[in-house]
Nanobody, 124 residues
Framework: QVQLVESGGGLVQAGGSLRLSCAAS????????MGWFRQAPGKDREFVAS????????NYADSVKGRFTISRDNAKNTVYLQMNSLKPEDTAVYYC?????????????????WGQGTQVTVSS
């Protein structure tokens, strides 16, 4: 079965950087789009970024544009989220997710598999 395992979360000061990784297994990674979502305490889960199966198309939430970069290495079955200029409002549990299609999506209902999440805490 498909497994997604996130890593790289932690505590960082405002203005700092973190890189999240998500290792996938269970089916052909290069055939499917991937996404990152996050959920802050007391809030609904929200879209952060998505990347197509080839990596040629990416999209971002307005709140992270210019600060976060999603990328993937299909040879390593891994998707990344580079987070720069972090703000306290970026504090959340970050989840990676996999679609069963090649194209990007901002809709969490269109993702079929989810990781367990990794905590990111940004102190002011």
């Amino acid at each position: 079965q498909v497994q997604l395992v996130e890593s790289g979360g932690g505590l960082v000061q405002a203005g700092g950087s973190l890189r999240l990784s998500c290792a996938a297994s269970g089916r052909t990674f290069s055939s499917y789009a991937m996404g990152w979502f996050r959920q802050a305490p007391g809030k609904d889960r929200e879209f952060v970024a998505s990347i197509s199966s080839s990596g040629g198309n990416r999209n971002y939430a307005d709140s992270v544009k210019g600060r976060f970069t999603i990328s993937r290495d299909n040879a390593k079955n891994t998707v990344y989220l580079q987070m720069n200029s972090l703000k306290p409002e970026d504090t959340a549990v970050y989840y990676c997710a996999q679609r069963s299609r090649m194209v990007v999506s901002t809709n969490e209902g269109e993702y079929d598999y989810w990781g367990q999440g990794t905590q990111v805490t940004v102190s002011s």
